[in-house]
């Protein structure tokens, strides 16, 4: 049952694509919604968002206005402001924030997705646009230009060899010497890419817009479009961590596949939960949705 006193059923913490997709669901459900954001989202630098159904080429901005508008209509309310601490007990969640003060719910659902830490190299404004860590969501609009993968081993290989086809030129920049000898290296020469070991350590936009990267050993590479290692995604740990939650090796909330983390009150998804690797938008949406399903029966069956 819903816990009376709280003034929420459930707070959503992050307005991602779980988040506000939960949000959605769960007040056509006509449960009390509160959803806690920062504005700005993981993808928010990106032009344009991709492989998602009925969106290709929408703005990130124009997506989450028309889902935040979606869930305002269904009576989900939102405070924007970061959620820096939690503490649960058996009866409700409570959720501080930097700057609007504490909010309570019977049930909080994790959505806040991994935190991205981009490499010192990288210029200003190029995460998101030239700068990308997946090889599926924004590669055709770099049709024809020099690739390079950048990272330490088997998923740069990988990286580049997905890129293979939109490549004018393919390079991979592996830190782990190691990986030379890996099998995909092989396939990436055999396929005409070029392999570098090193570690890069500067990288400056030219003129064409492409950036020039130059690794510690004094190697040059263009690139008209860079594809990083997804190590740059670490779990955002700042509630989990408050909350006493059990983590996985990874650094993630344990949760079963429907997201019920160790503690029965607290829910994660999105990005952040790591049941599937191949999590894209439409994955994280569709986490979103079966966590809310699931809370939804929590509430109803108690």
């Known amino acids: 049952m819903p816990h009376q006193d709280a003034p929420y059923d459930v707070l959503v913490a992050g307005a991602g694509a779980a988040g506000l997709s939960a949000a959605v669901m769960l007040g056509r459900q006509k449960r009390r919604v509160l959803v806690v954001s920062r504005k700005d989202r993981r993808n928010s630098p990106a032009d344009r968002v991709n492989n998602i159904p009925y969106a290709h080429g929408t703005s990130p901005a124009e997506l989450y206005r028309k889902m935040e508008a979606d869930a305002a209509a269904y009576g989900v309310e939102f405070v924007w402001d970061e959620a820096v601490a939690a503490r649960a007990t058996q009866e409700s969640v409570t959720v501080d924030t930097k700057a609007s003060g504490s909010h309570t719910a019977g049930r909080l659902l994790l959505a806040t997705g991994p935190v991205t830490e981009l490499p ?105 479009a860079v594809v990083l290692d997804t190590a740059i995604q670490r779990p955002n740990q700042t509630l989990p961590l408050a909350l006493g939650l059990e983590l996985n090796p990874h650094g993630f909330p344990r949760t079963t596949l429907f997201g019920q983390t160790s503690h029965p009150r607290v829910y994660n998804t999105g990005k952040s939960n790591p049941s599937s690797p191949y999590f894209a938008w439409t994955g994280a949406a569709a986490s979103g949705l079966n966590a809310a399903r699931k809370i939804s029966e929590d509430l109803a069956f108690g």
């Open 120 to 224: 010192p190299w990288l210029p200003e404004g190029q995460w998101g646009k030239t700068v990308f860590d997946c090889p599926y969501c924004h590669t055709l609009e770099h049709d024809g230009a020099d690739f390079v993968a950048v990272g330490t081993g088997e998923e740069t290989l990988q990286h580049a060899l997905l890129c293979r086809q939109y490549a004018g030129r393919l390079t991979a920049v592996v830190s782990d010497p190691a990986a030379a000898g890996h099998p995909l290296a092989e396939r990436l020469t055999a396929v005409g890419g070029e392999l570098i070991v090193g570690t890069v350590r500067t990288a400056d936009r030219l003129p064409t817009g492409e950036l020039l990267l130059v690794t510690d050993a004094g190697q040059e590479v263009t690139a008209g």
